[in-house]
């Protein structure tokens, strides 16, 4: 191989590797292109779901606080059916000691009474127990015995 034929073959070689590297950068500048984009699609569906999540996290709030709402008027509900039941009850035992002193009157007037005989006793009174308010008719009803 003469100078000639090596100056030539190095030429070629020197081309060869500069279409090689060209070629090479191309290549890498479109993945990295590729790669930008995919990074700009996955930032932009991440900021959309961002949004759903925040206002998913927003409903949930303001379900918790209607539920707390709720529950803070149910226990004052509760607390009020205790005092109701318990004024109930006070009410309940005021009425026994009633009619006990009423069946003491009458028998008291039974016994004083010239024409009242011992053989006629007084019916008893219901007791509290015996009877209730019927709360759809607000009238006391008796109860069976």
Known sequence: MSGTNW??????AIIV????????NGARRRA??????QAQTLRREADERATTVDQQAAKATEID????????????????AARLQTTAQE???RVDEARTE???QRAE??????????????????SAEQT???????HPTEQPR
Request: net charge negative.
């Open 32 to 37: 990295d292109h590729q790669r930008a984009e």
């Open 132 to 138: 209730r308010v019927d709360p759809s008719t607000e």
């Open 109 to 126: 007037a039974d016994e004083i009474d010239p024409h009242t005989t011992t053989a006629e006793p007084t019916a008893p009174e219901p």
């Open 91 to 93: 009410h309940h035992g």
């Open 17 to 24: 590797i500069v279409a090689a590297v060209v070629l090479l």
């Open 7 to 12: 100056l030539i073959v190095i030429v070629v």
């Open 65 to 80: 606080a209607r539920a707390r709402k709720a529950q803070a008027e149910a226990d004052a509900k509760t607390a009020e």
């Open 102 to 104: 009423v069946a003491g």
